[in-house]
């Protein structure tokens, strides 16, 4: 038998109807909460949808810049 084991990967993209503010610098604010909040729903959706649905185990978004 073969143990399946984690991987951690990394996307990144642009999206271009999200203005950037400051707000988006601070993982403790409001702002930052929830869009990391959205994208998180949204990625988790899209990635269990996918290829890889069946073994994915979710996304996490740690970061917004301009």
Same mark, same amino acid.
């Not at 951690?8 to 109807?17: G, K, R, S």
């Not at 073994?55 to 996490?60: N, W």
């Given at each position: 038998?073969t143990v399946a084991t984690?991987?951690? @990967?990394?996307?990144? @993209?642009?999206?271009?109807?999200?203005?950037?503010?400051? %707000?988006l610098e601070n993982p %403790?604010?409001?702002?930052?909460?929830?869009?990391?909040?959205?994208?998180?729903?949204?990625?988790?959706?899209?990635?269990?949808?996918?290829?890889? $649905?069946?073994?994915?185990? $979710?996304?996490?978004?740690? %970061? @917004?810049?301009?």
């Open positions: 038998t984690l991987e951690h @990967f990394t996307i990144n @993209f642009t999206i271009i109807n999200l203005p950037y503010t400051s %707000d %403790d604010s409001a702002k930052f909460r929830a869009t990391q909040r959205v994208m998180n729903t949204l990625l988790d959706r899209l990635l269990k949808e996918s290829s890889i $649905g069946p073994v994915f185990q $979710g996304c996490e978004t740690t %970061d @917004f810049r301009y």
